[in-house]
């Protein structure tokens, strides 16, 4: 899967119910996608916060693009922060471990940005997942059309199943990946509400909200409210 920034719990389903979890980090950027950007909950309402780019383009590789993380950035994005959850229970443990991601990140490439986000999670939930990048497994595949590259990394890891995000049945059969020998399952997340704010549950936020409302061990079984089909 792309590197996302602190994605949503969905993302967080994929890594648990995989054996290996590879960042897809030499494929193009997608502008205008989730791979810079995530929401919050503010003021009751979703809050979309965006990552600048720098000379964002669909011609170059995720681990090649550059976000400028400038202080002024910094400032607003943790100033929002502030605003939307000060009065949320783990506020301050939160806090800390986004800046302990952007710490000395003025310039860096979303990639390494992103991965960074999710490693720091499960650091602070002390687990220990198995992360891969693609372009340091494999970087011969690169090239082959989409599934089938996917098949042959499945294969090279000497795994015989394939996990993707719901979204991927409209890429993906499972009679393709079995005529070649893998298993295709798609993760279905599950009932994941939680006690925010208010009594008006805002779904699909960033792993941020989940933090800030959550405690480890609760956050650790949200990780696992899901199902594969």
Same mark, same amino acid.
């Given at each position: 899967m792309q590197p996302y920034i602190f994605p949503y719990l969905g993302y967080f389903h994929l890594i648990e119910a995989s054996d290996t979890f590879i960042f897809y980090d030499d494929v193009n950027y997608i502008k205008r996608g989730w791979i810079n950007r995530n929401r919050i909950g503010l003021n009751n309402k979703a809050h979309r916060f965006t990552l600048p780019i720098?000379?964002?383009?669909? &011609?170059?590789?995720?681990?090649?693009?550059?976000? &400028?993380l400038d202080k002024s950035w910094q400032k607003s994005f943790f100033s929002t922060l502030t605003q939307a959850y000060r009065t949320a229970p783990h506020f301050d443990a939160t806090v800390a471990l986004i800046e302990g991601t952007f710490i000395d990140q003025e310039e860096n490439t979303i990639s390494s940005l992103a991965i960074r986000s999710i490693e720091h999670v499960y650091r602070y939930l002390e687990i220990k997942p198995n992360f891969i990048k693609s372009s340091v497994f494999s970087p011969e595949t690169r090239g082959l059309e989409r599934s089938e590259r996917l098949i042959q990394i499945t294969k090279k890891l000497g795994y015989n199943s394939y996990i993707n995000l719901l979204g991927g049945k409209e890429l993906y059969t499972k009679e393709y990946f079995r005529h070649h020998g893998i298993n295709l399952n798609f993760i279905k997340s599950l009932d994941h509400s939680y006690k925010q704010h208010s009594d008006i549950f805002i779904p699909a936020l960033s792993i941020i909200d989940i933090l800030m409302f959550n405690d480890k061990e609760a956050t650790k079984h949200l990780f696992h409210n899901f199902t594969l089909i």
């Open positions: 720098k000379k964002a383009s669909q &011609n170059v590789l995720i681990k090649d693009t550059r976000v &400028n």
